[in-house]
């Protein structure tokens, strides 16, 4: 049974950083790709960040890329999105996912999810 567990959400304001984790009982987690999505109520879930199995090549939606950095620690089972310079337009709840492999984009494409955290940023 694979679990992900997001953690590290908050209050901040504009301007600030927060680091999200997100804990896999995953037993072969270094081939995953892992990802990170948004959701704000009544939107569709929005991709943020993702980072490969194997090379762990990242990837990263423009309006997050140098503000936000997604890595990973293959011996602790655990992937981070950094996120720095947050906006009021950031404030969703973030949800990580896994897949075998490969990156994508689309929420459809993978097979595993947290129970998402609460990002807030006030203005």
């Known amino acids: 049974q694979v679990q992900l567990v997001e953690s590290g959400g908050g209050l901040v304001q504009a301007g600030g950083s927060l680091r999200l984790s997100c804990a896999a009982s995953?037993?072969?987690?270094?081939?995953?790709?892992l990802a990170w999505f948004r959701q704000v109520p009544g939107t569709e879930r929005e991709f943020v960040a993702a980072i490969s199995g194997g090379a762990g090549n990242t990837y990263y939606t423009d309006s997050v890329k140098g503000r936000f950095s997604i890595s990973r620690d293959n011996a602790k089972n655990t992937v981070y999105l950094q996120m720095n310079s947050l906006k009021p337009e950031d404030t969703a709840v973030y949800y990580c996912?896994?897949?075998?492999?490969?990156?994508?984009?689309?929420?459809?494409?993978?097979?595993?999810w947290g129970q998402g955290t609460q990002v807030t940023v006030s203005s």
């Open positions: 995953i037993r072969t987690f270094s081939i995953y790709a």
């Open positions: 996912a896994a897949r075998p492999y490969y990156y994508a984009n689309s929420e459809l494409q993978y097979d595993y």
